[in-house]
């Protein structure tokens, strides 16, 4: 489990922690721990979300066990220099849809004193590095892969196979739409794509 520095040194330093993982490996999940021990111990948190991702509600990130935080959707990365300055830990969910220029926009945070916690999914339904994740990754402090339990052999997932036919990279309303596969079971079912992508 990643420990945070607790120290609270002046002027504050700041760093960049990233969770990520496929879906249902509780990403969410591990970033609202975060926020909430952050919460807890009085610092200034705020929550930002890309306004594209309205899965389950507004105004709140809702992870899948319901442990509600307040979040601010916002359009674009920008938004969150402008709003989250002077903040002391802020959590930012879905990061995957956000545009190029969030890497920045942490860094920017972090170099004035902010911690930033980001958590995405790393890979894209065909296993693809997924939006800013690759490039958030390698500036990264601490990086914390989480992973999910694959729903054919039970291993240990790390990849969003999508289980209806559709081939846009954001589907909404998604989450009945994929499965959590291990690195065999999801190269086995692209396989078997391939071949009926071929044969009609
Ligand atoms: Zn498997």
């Given at each position: 489990?990643f420990i945070e520095q607790t120290k609270r040194v002046q002027p504050r330093k700041g760093w960049i ?25 009085k610092q200034q948190v705020e929550i930002f979300k890309p306004s594209i991702e309205s899965r389950y ?33 802020i959590g930012i969910d879905e990061a995957q849809f956000f545009d190029d220029q969030l890497p920045y ?96």
């Amino acid at each position: 489990m990643f420990i945070e520095q607790t120290k609270r040194v002046q002027p504050r330093k700041g760093w960049i922690e990233v969770v990520a993982g496929c879906m249902f490996s509780g990403k969410t999940e591990e970033l609202i721990r975060r926020l909430k021990r952050a919460k807890i111990a009085k610092q200034q948190v705020e929550i930002f979300k890309p306004s594209i991702e309205s899965r389950y509600d507004e105004i709140n990130i809702v992870s899948h066990d319901s442990n509600a935080i307040q979040s601010t959707p916002v359009p674009a990365s920008a938004n969150i220099l402008l709003l989250g300055h002077d903040v002391d830990v802020i959590g930012i969910d879905e990061a995957q849809f956000f545009d190029d220029q969030l890497p920045y926009v942490c860094e920017t945070l972090a170099n004035s004193g902010t911690r930033v916690i980001v958590a995405g999914l790393d890979m894209d339904y065909l296993g693809k590095p997924f939006g800013p994740m690759p490039h958030l990754l390698a500036i990264a402090d601490y990086i914390s892969k989480v992973h999910a339990i694959c729903m054919n052999c039970g291993d240990l997932a790390t990849h969003s196979h999508r289980i209806v036919n559709e081939s846009s990279l954001i589907l909404l309303g998604e989450k009945e739409s994929y499965i959590p596969l291990c690195r065999t079971c999801f190269v086995k079912e692209q396989k078997l794509i391939q071949l009926e992508l071929n044969a009609g």
